[in-house]
């Protein structure tokens, strides 16, 4: 069965080229139709809480705004991780929700 392909490939040049043109063409048609969206969003649901309290300091933030603001967020339902920041007046936490959190 192969040699008989080969020996057809080989006899008839020009029909396997055009079958080859024909199959090349198809598929850049079909590359430039599908709908493929270039970078996939990969990140997780995430809420980013930031605060500002430009006359505190970094110990004072972090008691006074990044303490209470994460034990009020840990109650919230379908969390997998938080993170928080405090700085010289600037507070961040980062609350991670699981993928089937809306």
């Known amino acids: 069965m192969l040699d008989k392909i080969i020996q057809f490939s080989i006899n008839n040049k020009l029909v396997v080229g055009i079958l080859t ?22 990140t997780d649901n995430q809420v980013m809480v930031i605060t500002v309290s430009p006359t505190l300091a970094a110990q004072e933030v972090e008691q006074l705004v990044t303490f209470p603001v994460e034990q009020t967020m840990v109650s ?7 993170r928080s920041f405090s700085r010289f007046g600037l507070s ?11």
Do not use: N, R
């Not at 198809?26 to 969003?41: E, R």
């Not at 919230?76 to 938080?82: L, V, Y």
């Not at 980062?94 to 809306?102: L, M, R």
């Open 76 to 82: 919230i339902p379908g969390i997998k991780d938080m």
């Open 21 to 42: 043109l024909f199959l090349i063409g198809w598929g850049v048609y079909s590359l430039t139709k599908l709908p493929i969206d270039a970078v996939p969003d990969i």
């Open 92 to 102: 961040i936490v980062t609350i991670v929700f699981e993928e089937d959190t809306d």
